[in-house]
């Protein structure tokens, strides 16, 4: 049976087993968490279910803090597959499980380690800040890391007569350049989620819903950024739908976080910014691989498990630790 799960995970990416379909997820996955001292820790972009059963909801920035402190001998990570990566980097003594290895993440495909060693050698009066949403071999390469919610704070931490290089995302690279006024080296990668959102159908919207307002995450291109009326963390785009007076917003980000903003303002209206295809709305198709049947079965079989070489490991721990110092000194 073991050996049959391997091929399972080999073939697949994520371990499949026949589940009574009678048997109340919820109240299993409770159960065995508390057995196994295990916790599922969960992006603001996964599906209601899985954040209505996590431990701790978050975005990079909190995933990563909150991967640190944990005492739990199970991560079940519920996000994509840098996430739990990184969980693993902070955590080695401890089992970080992916519900589905096939979760990656279209900006860290973009940079290859490979052509990124390349490109660093030939600037190699540059250090490099990469953004999290990347692999542990960049993360390696890298002098520190950064979410969107720490950038700013991370860039300005450097001289301004330090040249910079920054990965792999060239929209948060371009925001940041502009509003700290850098001139930072960006690699030409992007996210699948945010590049797609249409600017036509947007201004329709707002033309639509003439007091909305569009608050949208620093990956998105910048023709959507100069019209917004608020661009921010995934986290600050939570917080500030909270906290501002207006009632009605268009969000330009993956559509999950509209199930953490109606749980806090069910009084607001939230309407998710529509892509340039057919689809009416905009997920990620890699975070939706996760499901709450795989994170039951993962937990059962506390499989598939992220593992890493200890030399990539101890490397990529070290700018990660220096971006906690940096965000903790800032109070980001």
């Known amino acids: 049976m073991i050996q049959a799960q391997e091929i399972e995970i080999k073939q697949k990416g994520y371990v ?125 390469l890298s002098d520190v890391i950064c979410t969107s919610s720490n950038a700013k704070k991370i860039v300005e931490s450097f001289p301004k007569e330090q040249p910079l290089i920054f990965a792999p995302d060239k929209n948060l690279g371009a925001y940041i350049n502009k509003i700290t006024g850098r001139s930072m080296l960006l690699w030409n990668g992007t996210c699948m989620v945010h590049e797609i959102f249409s600017l036509e159908k947007i201004s329709k919207l707002k033309t639509r819903y003439p007091t909305a307002k569009l608050i949208a995450h620093p990956e998105c291109e910048e023709k959507i950024l100069s019209i917004a009326d608020m661009v921010g963390s995934t986290t600050e785009l939570l917080k500030f739908s909270q906290s501002d007076s207006g009632g009605t917003y268009i969000v330009a ?16 209206t939230f309407i998710p910014a529509p892509p340039n295809n057919s689809c009416a709305c905009n997920d990620c198709p890699h975070m939706k691989l996760n499901t709450l049947e795989k994170i039951y079965t993962c937990l059962v079989n506390e499989k598939p498990e992220i593992l890493m070489e200890e030399t990539i490991r101890v490397a990529a721990k070290k700018p990660i630790e220096r971006m906690l110092e940096i965000s903790n000194q800032a109070g980001v």
């Open 16 to 140: 499949e087993i026949l589940i009574d379909p009678t048997l109340d997820l919820f109240e299993e996955i409770k159960k065995i968490k508390k057995q196994k001292n295990a916790v599922v820790l969960a992006h603001y972009y996964q599906e209601s279910d899985i954040q209505d059963i996590a431990e701790y909801i978050g975005d990079s920035l909190g995933l990563a803090r909150e991967a640190q402190k944990t005492d739990a001998e199970i991560i079940v990570f519920a996000g994509v597959h840098f996430m739990a990566e990184t969980a693993k980097i902070l955590n080695p003594s401890r089992k970080i499980l992916l519900p589905d290895l096939n979760a990656g993440c279209s900006l860290s495909d973009s940079c290859p380690p490979a052509l990124f060693k390349k490109f660093k050698e030939k600037h190699s009066d540059h250090l490099i800040i990469s953004y999290i949403n990347c692999s542990a071999e960049i993360k390696a």
């Open 253 to 268: 980000t993956e559509s999950g976080i509209l199930h953490q903003m109606i749980k806090n303002s069910p009084q607001k």
